[in-house]
Nanobody, 122 residues
Framework: QLMLVESGGGWVQPGGSLRLSCAAS????????VGWFRQAPGKEREFVSC????????HFAHSVKGRFGISRDNAKNTVYLQMDSLKTEDTAVYYC???????????????WGQGTQVTVSS
């Protein structure tokens, strides 16, 4: 049974950087699209980024484009979210999720991690 564990969250000042990791066990992420989502207090969960199986094509929400990067290391069965130039509005719990397919689409994310808290404040 595939399980995902996020790590790398924490507190950072505005303008700082964090790198989140999504490590998989009990299965492989290599043949799947993997997405990152976030949920801020009092708000709905929103899409942040996704990396597809096909040529590792990356997709980003408009709010993070140019500041965040996504990558995968199949040897470590891990997907990373590099977050630079962080803003206070990036504060949220960040979740990774495996999509049961090759492409980054709006639905079909069927395995979720427990989340990692990211707090951006001065």
């Amino acid at each position: 049974q595939l399980m995902l564990v996020e790590s790398g969250g924490g507190w950072v000042q505005p303008g700082g950087s964090l790198r989140l990791s999504c490590a998989a066990s009990g299965g492989s992420l290599a043949n799947s699209a993997v997405g990152w989502f976030r949920q801020a207090p009092g708000k709905e969960r929103e899409f942040v980024s996704c990396i597809s199986y096909v040529a590792d094509t990356a997709h980003f929400a408009h709010s993070v484009k140019g500041r965040f990067g996504i990558s995968r290391d199949n040897a470590k069965n891990t997907v990373y979210l590099q977050m630079d130039s962080l803003k206070t509005e990036d504060t949220a719990v960040y979740y990774c999720s495996r999509r049961s397919g090759y492409y980054c689409l709006d639905s079909g994310y069927d395995v979720w991690g427990q989340g990692t808290q990211v707090t951006v404040s001065s």
